[in-house]
């Protein structure tokens, strides 16, 4: 199932970029959606137009998912996501992005981008892919993934919007 989503902030790129690099914004993002940090690693070129990752495990209350499906996974998911920024080219940013429910049969991998938009804003676009690998479910379990990462992308864009308005002039 292809999933799409776009997130605006009132900000230049580079301040988009050094919060997407800040271990602490990830960290807001994890408890923004109910998750419990479990790791968070940034490698890579954090201050420059350089590459880097972004890679955090997350521990994450079932709630979200149907009841029926529940009972296959017990009371938590262990959230896996890795986020490779490439370096800016053109004033433009890739990356690939590959989350994993550990334990079970979801995986969702695709691409970002971010890049300025005329009015001055950063624009970050998602382009993935859900895929469950289970026989007669897959349709009902990528639906109920779709939606927990829809909850999740509208978290991420309010806790930038918040970042941002801390960290300057947003």
Excluded: C, K, N
Excluded at 8 to 25: G, I, K, S
Excluded at 30 to 49: L, M, N, R, Y
């Amino acid at each position: 199932m292809r999933l799409q989503a776009v997130l605006r902030y009132p900000a230049e790129p580079a301040r988009v970029v050094a919060m997407l690099a800040d271990p602490e914004y990830s960290r807001r993002v994890i408890v923004a959606t109910q998750g419990t940090p479990e790791a968070v690693d940034v490698t890579g070129d954090t201050t420059g137009a350089g590459a880097f990752t972004v890679t955090t495990r997350r521990s994450v209350p079932t709630d979200q998912i149907p009841a029926q499906m529940r009972s296959f996974v017990g009371a938590s998911l262990d959230v896996r996501q890795a986020i490779a920024w490439g370096a800016e080219e053109d004033g433009i940013r890739r990356g690939s992005v590959a989350l994993e429910i550990a334990g079970t049969p979801v995986r969702v991998t695709g691409t970002s981008h971010l890049v300025a938009s005329p009015d001055g804003a950063t624009v970050l676009e998602y382009d993935t892919q859900v895929r469950a690998q289970v026989p007669l479910f897959a349709t009902a379990i990528e639906e109920a993934a779709a939606g927990a990462v829809r909850h999740a992308l509208t978290a991420e864009e309010q806790v930038g919007l918040e970042w941002l308005a801390e960290h300057g002039d947003a």
